[in-house]
C-alpha cells in the first residue's frame, strides 16, 4: 500500500522560492506515476507536474512552465517540487499523489486522479 507524507510549503513574497517534498512508503517504481497537484478556493483541481511511472521524463502545465521543478529520487522514494517566482495566482492547496500506471496517460490528466493516492496537503501562498 502507498502512503504519502508532505512536507515543505509556507508563504513567501511574489518571486520568491519554497520547496516542497513528499515521502513515498511502499513500492512504486513502473506501477506508479507521480506527481503534484494543487487546487485554490473555489477552483478546481489542476495538476501541476509529473513524472513518468520510471521516475523521469517530467511534464508540466503551462501555468508553471520554466519556475517550477519535479524531481524524484526512486533510490530515496523522494518526490520534490522545487518552485521559483512564485505568483499570487500559485497559491493553493497542494498535494502529491501516485496515480496507477494505467490511468498515467495523458500526464495531468484528470480521470487518473480519482485513482490517486493522496498526500496529506500543503498550504503555499504567495502574497504580492
Known amino acids: 500500500q502507498v502512503q504519502l507524507l508532505q512536507s515543505g510549503g509556507g508563504s513567501v513574497q511574489a518571486g520568491g522560492s519554497l520547496q516542497l517534498s513528499c515521502k513515498i512508503t511502499g513500492y ?10 494543487r487546487q485554490a478556493p473555489g477552483k ?27 524531481t ?36 495531468l490528466n484528470r480521470r487518473g486522479t480519482d485513482f490517486a493516492t493522496w498526500g496529506q496537503g500543503t498550504q503555499v501562498t504567495a502574497t504580492s
Do not use: H, Q
Open 28 to 37: 512504486i517504481y513502473g506501477f506508479y506515476c507521480m506527481g503534484w497537484y
Open 72 to 107: 524524484e529520487d526512486v533510490e530515496k522514494n523522494i518526490l520534490t517540487l522545487e518552485m521559483n517566482d512564485l505568483r499570487p495566482e500559485d497559491t493553493a492547496m497542494y498535494y502529491c499523489a501516485a496515480v496507477p500506471r494505467e490511468w498515467c496517460n495523458p500526464p
Open 44 to 70: 478546481e483541481r489542476e495538476g501541476v507536474a509529473t513524472m513518468n511511472t520510471l521516475g523521469y521524463d517530467p511534464t508540466y502545465a503551462e501555468s508553471v512552465r520554466g519556475r517550477f521543478t519535479i
